[in-house]
């Protein structure tokens, strides 16, 4: 099996991992050196990031990342966008340490606002994760005047989100814009009126996977 190369937040647990099999090579013993190594690699296999190809449709909304649906209802999206108080459909999908843990832009938009809360960290996979747990929320405005909210969650075992993207972006979908380390969950929050096409239990495939139709 071929690994892709991985995300560059991988570096400093690469740099670490590599000088600690180093140093026990050298000074303290195998026993350090195989630690080191074996960490390595879960490194490379964690922080791998592939190469997606989207769909080549307009108005499609893509799975943010890897992993498989738990959750598809309404829901009122991070009162800290400013986004509204009235629900709208929810897509969350849960990803575990074997995912591939980079995210991914839904649709083609601008990114409006971001907004960080800190938060708890239960397990990811439970419906509260989107309320109490730490997040990072992005407002992203539809070309149509339309708009639609992506979140990072953090889960039990994360305890980092990245996010490259900025105010004024101008994205595509499937574009990267970020990475949460080592078990987490990411929300999408569709534009009011716009019916998800994901189903509990589904398997997503990040930047690939059509979760919903903008229609007209």
């Given at each position: ?196 096409l994901a189903r509990e239990g589904q398997t997503m495939i990040g930047g690939e996977t059509v979760i919903a139709e903008l229609g007209a």
């Open positions: 099996m071929v690994l892709a190369p991985p995300h560059p937040a991988a570096r400093p647990f690469l740099i670490g991992g590599g000088a600690a099999a180093l140093l026990g090579l050298i000074v303290l013993g195998n026993w350090l050196f195989w630690l080191g190594v074996i960490f390595v690699a879960f490194c490379l296999y964690f922080f791998r990031d592939p190469e997606r190809v989207p769909p080549d449709r307009p108005g499609m909304v893509l799975a943010p990342a890897d992993g498989h649906v738990v959750s598809v209802g309404m829901a009122v999206p991070p009162l800290e966008l400013g986004l509204g108080d009235a629900p709208r459909w929810r897509v969350a999908i849960f990803l575990s340490v074997l995912d591939v843990h980079v995210n991914r832009m839904p649709t083609d938009g601008t990114v409006t606002r971001i907004a960080y809360h800190h938060g708890k960290f239960v397990s990811a996979n439970l419906d509260k994760a989107s309320d109490e747990n730490e997040r990072n929320a992005l407002a992203i405005a539809l070309p149509d005047g339309r708009d639609l909210a992506v979140v990072q969650i953090a889960g039990l075992v994360a305890r980092r989100i990245l996010c490259d993207a900025k105010v004024g972006d101008s994205v595509q979908a499937g574009e990267r814009f970020g990475i949460i380390r080592f078990g987490s969950r990411t929300d999408v929050y569709l534009p009011h009126g716009v019916l998800p």
